[in-house]
């Protein structure tokens, strides 16, 4: 089964990636996270540091597919959850899309892009051209972090139109939104009364999550020591045991932008 997790800039997009890819290794899955953003972070909970990227090693060896093995780009994190990171195009030039397109690319070619039971793409901000949705040709399922708020909300509405969009040729669907940082969900609840999708899980502001950052571990690792944060790994294993259900999903309906503004704002 493959993921793509979507989302405004800074949303906690990675942060969620990392621990659901954690809770599905807990649960028997052989997972592989791909982080396609050229700010490559998104395994840095789960390998402690930051890897090098697919476009650094290609690069490094002259693009000579051949001349690439496993261990140049797979990297063990924890809970047996493998990792890569695809790195982004020059900045100002080249194609985000043409990066995603190598990486699955190299893994074909290294056999390990069947291997795993999982693979979840953890993929940057918003929707702004086609490159962006790439993993999206690639994906069973798209999840999208939002938290309660206008941008982040207007952010998962054009993402919902992509999916809309390629799910014309592509067997996608929408998994459903996952609201993090937010302890109210008002704004979430109005938006889905008009673009109608379930709503796996609605994740507060927890100081824990945000330390899990710089301390470079995901919440089970931390829970290891202080068992007090299981109660966080249990979000993170609840949409684990949704997405594993595998859900019908939706292929979501259109609201227009300025549907929306009206919709989410006060005038
Ligand atoms: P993105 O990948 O969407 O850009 P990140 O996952 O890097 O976002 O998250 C941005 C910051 O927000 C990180 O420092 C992370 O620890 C923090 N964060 C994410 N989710 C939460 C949460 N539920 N509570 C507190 N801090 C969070
Ligand atoms: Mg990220």
């Known amino acids: 089964m493959k993921l793509a997790v979507y989302g405004k800039g800074g949303i906690g997009k990675s942060t969620t990636s990392c621990n659901i890819s954690v809770a599905l290794a807990r649960r028997g899955k052989k997972v592989l996270q791909i982080g396609c953003d050229p700010k490559h972070d998104s395994t840095f909970t789960l390998t402690g540091f930051l890897i090098p990227t697919i476009i ?28 890569v990171e695809a790195g982004g195009p020059p900045a100002g030039a080249g194609c985000g899309g043409y990066v995603v397109g190598e990486t699955v690319k190299l893994l074909k ?17 918003d929707v702004v051209c086609g490159g962006f949705a790439a ?23 054009r993402i919902a139109a992509s999916v809309r969009e ?47 950052r710089v301390k470079g571990k995901t919440l089970f690792e931390m829970a290891e020591t202080e068992p007090a944060l299981n109660y966080v790994c249990d979000y993170y294993l609840n949409i684990a045991d949704q997405i594993l259900a595998k859900p019908e999903g939706v292929v979501p309906n259109d609201s227009p932008d300025r549907e929306l503004f009206s919709l989410l704002s006060d005038f």
């Open 166 to 212: 390629k799910a014309r040729t592509h067997p996608l669907r929408l998994a459903g939104l996952i609201g993090n940082r937010t302890s109210k969900r008002d704004l979430i609840d109005k938006y889905i009364d008009t673009v109608p999708m379930p709503v796996l899980e609605v994740l507060p502001l927890i100081e824990d999550i945000r330390v899990s």
């Open 56 to 83: 650094d090693t290609l690069q490094e060896k002259d693009y000579h597919y051949e001349d690439v093995w496993p261990e140049d780009v797979i990297y063990k994190g924890y809970g047996g959850v493998d990792c």
């Open 109 to 125: 070619e290294l056999n390990a892009f069947d291997e795993y039971d999982i693979i979840l793409f953890d993929v940057l901000g």
């Open 135 to 157: 993993p999206l040709n690639y994906a069973d399922y798209c999840l999208i972090v939002t938290d309660n708020g206008f941008d982040a909300l207007f952010a998962a509405n």
